[in-house]
């Protein structure tokens, strides 16, 4: 799958920046059938007339955080959020969803192994819109902490000052200020069409990758990854390895 683009020449390139969540291990699928009750009851709470299916939250919300999909869907159904309501259902979604993928992701050479060879050729940091605590916890029970150091894995809901969401380019920006590099020294990896978004409005260059979005959607998901701006779809590490090769 992969297109080569002459703007993703790896020159300069210092540094590379991982979206977590369907990018660096497949935590989509399970962190929503996981977040399903959670979100069905709070849907309940603002007067959802039936539940929806895990495969329908993440149609409607997929890229952004749990506290961004509640913020959106309040909005549609005209409530405003008490901050303190918010948190609540914030913490006990993020509880939830951690406990499960502990259980769930496992390591995976597809992953680790590129891995180890880019990050001899590149300062590798993760750039994710949840929780700092679930990251943590996905990066260690699939063996790729040691890759991501703990100054070098940024949360847009615990790094920045007010927690926000994806497609918002705040944490690709503050990543970038606190790496201490330029937008043209980094190139992002993302599977979301609302992480890529993040990325180019930050001035990234981005990757998109569909290696762990189901087969059957695979080719919908390229296209609009290119549509907000990634310079190239791949749909494997390996291929992300290729890319980036310097020739």
């Given at each position: 799958?992969?297109?080569?683009?002459?703007?993703?020449?790896?020159?300069?390139?210092?540094?590379?920046?991982?979206?977590?969540?369907?990018?660096?291990?497949?935590?989509?699928?399970?962190a929503?059938?996981?977040?399903?009750?959670?979100?069905?009851?709070?849907?309940?709470?603002?007067?959802?007339?039936?539940?929806?299916?895990?495969?329908?939250?993440?149609?409607?919300?997929?890229?952004?955080?749990?506290?961004?999909a509640?913020?959106?869907?309040?909005?549609?159904?005209?409530?405003?959020?008490?901050?303190?309501?918010?948190?609540?259902?914030?913490?006990?979604?993020?509880?939830?969803?951690?406990?499960?993928?502990?259980?769930?992701?496992?390591?995976?050479?597809?992953?680790?192994?590129?891995?180890?060879?880019?990050?001899?050729?590149?300062?590798?940091?993760?750039?994710?819109s949840?929780?700092?605590?679930?990251?943590?916890?996905?990066?260690?029970?699939?063996?790729?902490?040691?890759?991501?150091?703990?100054?070098?894995?940024?949360?847009?809901?615990?790094?920045?000052?007010e927690?926000?969401?994806?497609?918002?380019?705040?944490?690709?920006?503050h990543?970038?200020?606190?790496?201490g590099?330029?937008?043209?020294?980094?190139?992002?990896?993302?599977?979301?069409?609302?992480?890529?978004?993040?990325?180019?409005?930050?001035?990234?260059?981005?990757?998109?990758?569909?290696?762990?979005?189901?087969?059957?959607?695979?080719?919908?998901?390229?296209?609009?990854?290119?549509?907000?701006?990634?310079?190239?779809?791949?749909?494997?590490?390996?291929?992300?390895?290729?890319?980036?090769?310097?020739?």
């Amino acid at each position: 799958m992969t297109d080569r683009s002459t703007d993703l020449d790896p020159t300069g390139v210092t540094t590379l920046l991982c979206d977590a969540d369907g990018t660096l291990f497949p935590s989509e699928e399970p962190a929503y059938a996981a977040s399903a009750d959670v979100t069905n009851r709070f849907l309940a709470e603002l007067g959802a007339e039936r539940p929806y299916s895990p495969a329908e939250l993440q149609a409607m919300t997929n890229g952004k955080n749990f506290r961004a999909a509640a913020q959106e869907l309040a909005r549609g159904y005209g409530r405003d959020l008490a901050p303190g309501d918010l948190e609540q259902w914030v913490a006990q979604e993020k509880d939830v969803v951690t406990a499960h993928l502990r259980t769930v992701l496992g390591e995976d050479p597809a992953v680790h192994d590129p891995l180890v060879g880019l990050a001899e050729r590149f300062t590798l940091a993760a750039v994710t819109s949840s929780a700092a605590s679930r990251l943590d916890a996905c990066l260690e029970v699939t063996g790729l902490a040691g890759f991501f150091d703990a100054g070098r894995r940024y949360s847009a809901e615990d790094s920045l000052p007010e927690p926000t969401s994806k497609p918002d380019p705040a944490v690709y920006v503050h990543a970038v200020q606190d790496l201490g590099i330029s937008p043209d020294e980094a190139v992002a990896v993302e599977d979301s069409i609302n992480g890529a978004l993040s990325a180019v409005a930050a001035g990234v260059r981005t990757i998109g990758t569909v290696q762990f979005v189901p087969e059957h959607e695979r080719e919908a998901r390229a296209g609009a990854l290119r549509e907000a701006g990634a310079l190239a779809v791949v749909s494997s590490w390996d291929e992300v390895v290729g890319l980036l090769a310097r020739d």
